[in-house]
């Protein structure tokens, strides 16, 4: 009966150091776990996948020239059938009837036993800082250390092979420490076999046989064996485990009866040829390179804490002779040195290995000064100083383990260059780490800077390629390549995306970026030479929808870009869009609109803020949000997260322009906000007006007239030339070059940017003749001519365009024109729908002469004017019978001057408000006659003119600028309120006009 009660009464006997160690393991499991399904195609190694891919088909090994070593693509390729088959069971027993066993992709899994390695290493780490005799708390602030270290967990986002050579490390460590303090004779063969395996993870490891040897010279010298054993016995047992180890790893070696010493040397002479580079000095030398790249690398991902620890133990171990720890020194000595003198580079994947044994000997001096403390705290002070050496690794891991779940930048300038470039753009870039942009016509073909040259031709940098061209050390190019590259750089910059640079040191070519593979610094240039852009303009801009649910909006560089900062949802669904700004943002303009014909329910989510809504049919919510940057390790990251419950459609647009926000703010009465943000404005342009002008009038507002005039200084001739702009009523064509010009930028890339093009594409009519395609931000449909009425066309935008006046034209052709009737060719009807069913209509009847004789395709343009918000625009094409006509494309563009006139209006009134406070009432009267003639209703500038007018002595011209007012303004008003009343007063006592209400 004792038996069974015993049993039932058993509990497992675990210690807290065991739960700790699990605990810790699972961190840096979630670690390297995180975003691990990152885009595939990113980094130039992970075709290993096919490795993986000819192993789980059942061959035993995978022939190559290079890539011999493939004992961890071994492990994950024979692994992969039996984790499949037990999916399908699982799926099968567990799911619904008739369910489809999705196939695992082969990548992914590698990527996952990656993963998997890298947190076994945490306990592994663990086991080998016990052998060295270091206490439990030792052992757990050793893998504590190296869950979090920054470079192991994001490598362990890939499928190379560094991370396993890290672990075939951390256990070989490990074997020749219990091989010196036990010297017997499985040791040397247990030894042997993970040599074996870690030079078949990855040749560079072979370096650890340094380490087995200190371990063996370390036994000679305490045991005194004879010569027989030491010189001949012990290593020919090691030399064994090492050739089983080689063959187990790669089983080429026996079945291929590929040489093994020829396949090493082959990979040393492959990783110490010489590279070209001209050498200038020691740092811009090769070496001075390596040693560069290697010192930002460890101070990137590795911590330079953590050397000056390894430092302080090896002078340890080297002092109190602890020899059991030279065998752990031996391999990063061993490693980093001659690697640093002998091979051609020292990237960031080639320190992985080197961790784990700095880890080791630098807690020696941090267990030699808990040895000094009380027994009872030692535990404590080891907790200490984990947490103390761990906070600012974590800050670095997570900062780059974000980027894995994060958009790649070669995926969003993919979709900025698919539309934002110019439709005859032709864009050139490098052919290392190809960030696969779609509208890339051709590889830089030429070292001379003068081909790429043209006014269509665009280049695009990728840090990734570039830096290879440049020293480290002064970021000054190494050879004529780098010298190409140079010259790029002194073109139009027109985007940059760089998710995870911030620092403009960081951004220099030749400071090769940490994670050198992911998120690659992105530029494109225009090739053209560079413009300093001297005015901010605020512009609204097109909307440009990506398709995708999830993107990445770059607001640098605003005047050569579309808005991207906006999102179409059908619901159920979501839509998250991320700003990424040049410079914190203070506030986020949100505009929601529901463009469905029924209430639908909403969720805005904002880091970690979140927002419920309801939104009738056709409403319109617009706020001023306080962003926050997401997650706090990153900078200048913010993510807005829309949920949508109902059917939808439901547009969020996004608005983070400082200047254009600060207007928003004016015109609201928020003059505290409008200050800080146009503060930001005029600190990111100080020489631009209207940031300035419209910053004095926020300060004005408030009564602070001083700083005002200060900023308005010497401003009169930028005021004149923007007068001359906006004021001027014809229509001038070259008036946006003219605009241009005083804005420091290119009229054709600033028109560019102003526009979106519907191209209709070929279709296949349906069963009832009909043909439609849909698009992400439009829809066009063909409809034959049916029962005596015409054919016709029509495109159908799905995304709101700003409430200006538009320029619209229209790609037309006919296949033949000599069937042309005599009658009108069609005619196209412009449609401006609203969400609650308002619409504006806009006719063309076009012609034959519209055409021309014997013109198979022409452009007609219209002007559009504005319409309310949030309508969507269709355009359609009627044909009668017998017109061959067809729309082949629109193309629509936001007017410019009524923009710059409603900032202008402000900026004017700024310089007439503050002359008239400092006693200058004539000049100021003039001053705020612009401001009439660019809005006669503004409220500000009506209260100052007359106020200017009375105190100049004109009350005849006062009277007569009220009146007409009065006559303008709507009934029922604040301001036309506030004129009746004036009116009176003049009429009664000739008065000056009383404080206007704003």
């Known amino acids: 009966m004792d038996g069974p009660r015993t049993l039932i009464t058993w509990r497992p006997n675990i210690s807290w150091a065991s739960w700790a160690l699990a605990a810790i393991v699972a961190l840096g499991l979630a670690l390297r776990l995180w975003g691990l399904d990152w885009p595939a195609g990113m980094h130039p190694d992970e075709w290993a996948a096919d490795i993986i891919a000819s192993f789980a088909q059942g061959h035993w090994y995978y022939p190559h020239p290079v890539i011999w070593h493939q004992a961890f693509y071994l492990v994950a390729g024979f692994t992969y059938i039996p984790v499949q088959m037990l999916l399908g ?10 369910v489809q066993v999705p196939a695992i992709p082969y990548l992914l899994w590698g990527r996952l036993w990656v993963a998997i390695m890298g947190a076994a290493n945490v306990w592994v780490l663990y086991a080998l800082v016990r052998s060295l005799g270091l206490s439990r708390a030792a052992g757990l602030a050793g893998a504590l250390l190296l869950a979090v270290n920054p470079l192991l967990v994001v490598h362990s986002h890939y499928l190379t092979v560094d991370v396993p050579l890290a672990l075939a490390v951390t256990l070989g460590l490990w074997a020749g420490v219990r091989l010196y303090q036990d010297p017997r004779w499985w040791r040397y ?5 993970a040599f074996g395996l870690t030079l078949t993870t990855k040749a560079n490891g072979g370096v650890i046989l340094f380490a087995f040897v200190t371990a063996h010279l370390a036994v000679v010298w305490e045991r005194r064996p004879r010569w027989p054993r030491w010189l001949l016995g012990q290593p020919a047992l090691f030399a064994l485990g090492g050739v ?18 020829f396949k090493y040397a082959e990979q040393v002479h492959n990783f110490t040829r010489p590279h070209f580079a001209e050498h200038i000095s020691f740092f811009n030398s090769p070496l001075g390179d390596r040693l560069v790249w290697s010192a930002h690398t460890i101070g990137d991902a590795i911590g330079w804490e953590l050397v000056a620890l390894f430092a302080l133990g090896l002078a340890l171990v080297l002092w109190r002779r602890y020899r059991a720890a030279w065998v752990v020194a031996a391999y990063p000595l061993f490693y980093y040195f001659p690697y640093l003198f002998i091979s051609h580079r020292l990237a960031e994947r080639d320190l992985t290995s080197i961790v784990p044994p700095l880890i080791c000997l630098a807690l020696l001096p941090l267990a030699w000064a808990v040895g000094q403390v009380p027994r009872r705290g030692k535990s404590a002070v080891w907790a200490l100083a984990a947490l103390a050496l761990m906070v600012h690794p974590l800050g670095r891991t997570v900062s780059g383990a974000y980027l894995f779940w994060q958009e790649e930048t070669r995926i969003s300038a993919d979709r900025w260059a698919g539309a934002d470039l110019p439709p005859s753009a032709r864009l050139f870039q490098g052919g290392y780490g190809v960030p696969q942009v779609a509208r890339s016509t051709a590889f830089y073909h030429s070292q001379n800077l003068a081909d790429y040259e043209g006014q269509d031709n665009f280049v695009l940098i990728s840090s990734s390629d570039a830096d290879r061209y440049f020293f480290q050390w002064a970021k000054i190019p190494r050879n004529p390549m780098g010298r190409l590259l140079d010259g790029f750089a002194k073109w139009q910059l027109v985007k940059e995306f760089d998710l995870g640079y911030d620092q403009p040191a960081d951004k220099l070519p030749g400071r090769f970026k940490y994670p050198v593979f992911v998120d690659p610094y992105l530029r494109f240039y225009a090739a053209r030479p560079s413009l300093e852009q001297t005015q901010s303009l605020g512009l609204e801009r097109p909307p440009s929808i990506a398709p995708a649910p999830y993107a990445v909006v770059y ?21 998250v869009r991320v700003l990424r700004p040049p410079q914190p943002l203070l506030a986020v303009g949100v505009v929601l609109v529901n463009l469905g014909g029924k209430p639908v329910s909403l969720k805005l989510e904002q880091g970690p803020r979140k927002q419920r809504l309801r939104l009738e049919p056709g409403q319109r919510e617009v706020f001023t949000d306080r962003p926050l940057s997401w997650p ?21 647009r996004l608005l983070g322009d400082p200047l254009g926000l600060g207007l928003r703010c004016l015109e609201q009465g928020r003059w505290e906000l409008a200050e800080r943000l146009l503060e930001q404005a005029h600190a990111a342009r100080p020489a631009a007006l209207l940031p300035r002008a419209l910053l004095a009038a926020a300060l004005l507002e408030q009564g602070r007239v001083q700083p005002a005039g200060l900023l308005l200084e010497g401003q009169a001739p930028a005021q004149e030339r923007l007068a001359a702009l906006v004021l001027d009523s014809s229509s001038d064509p070259q008036w946006l070059e003219h605009l241009a010009d005083w804005a420091g930028l290119y009229p054709d890339l600033l028109a560019n940017s102003l526009t979106r093009s519907y191209p209709a594409q070929a279709l296949e009519p349906g069963q009832d003749g009909k043909a439609r395609r849909e698009h992400p931000s439009f829809d066009f449909e063909a409809w034959p001519a049916k029962g005596g009425k015409g054919r016709g066309e029509r495109f159908s935008l799905k995304e709101p365009w700003p409430t200006w006046p538009l320029s619209l034209r229209l790609r037309l052709s006919r296949p033949d024109p000599a069937q042309a009737p005599a009658q009108p060719l069609g005619e196209l009807v412009a449609t401006a729908k609203g969400p609650r069913g308002e619409d504006l209509l806009v006719r063309r009847e076009i012609s034959p002469e519209d055409l ?10 219209m002007a559009l004017p504005a319409a309310g918000p949030d309508r969507l625009w269709s355009f359609e094409l009627r044909c009668p019978p017998g017109s061959n006509l067809h729309l082949d494309g629109v193309e629509l563009r936001v007017a410019v001057r009524p923009q710059l006139a409603r900032l202008a209006r402000w900026a004017f009134w700024a310089q007439g408000e503050l002359m008239r406070r400092q006693g200058r009432p004539a000049m100021a009267a003039a001053m705020l006659a612009w401001v009439e003639r660019l809005d006669p209703l503004f409220a500000p500038g009506l209260t100052s003119q007359v106020r200017a007018l009375l105190a ?14 009065q006559s303008e303004l709507p009934r029922g008003s604040e301001p036309r309120a506030w004129v009746e009343g004036e009116l009176k007063k003049l009429a009664i006592k000739g008065s000056s006009p009383a404080p206007a209400p704003r």
């Open 555 to 575: 607001t640098n560089h605003r005047a050569y870009s579309a808005d991207g900062a906006t999102a179409l949802v059908r619901g159920p669904g979501r839509a």
């Open 952 to 965: 100049s002595g004109q009350p005849e011209a006062a009277l007569s600028r009220l009146k007409k007012a």
């Open 244 to 261: 089983l180890g080689m063959i187990a790893g790669y089983p080429g070696f026996l079945l291929a009866k590929d040489n093994p010493l």
């Open 189 to 193: 063969l247990v030894a042997g076999l």
């Open 632 to 652: 706090p390790p990153v900078e200048r990251v913010y993510p807005y997260t829309l949920w949508v419950e109902g059917p939808g459609p439901v547009v969020l």
């Open 89 to 98: 069971k699982l799926l099968v027993l567990l799911g619904p009837a008739y």
């Open 852 to 861: 021309g004789e014997g013109t198979r395709r022409r452009t007609l343009e």
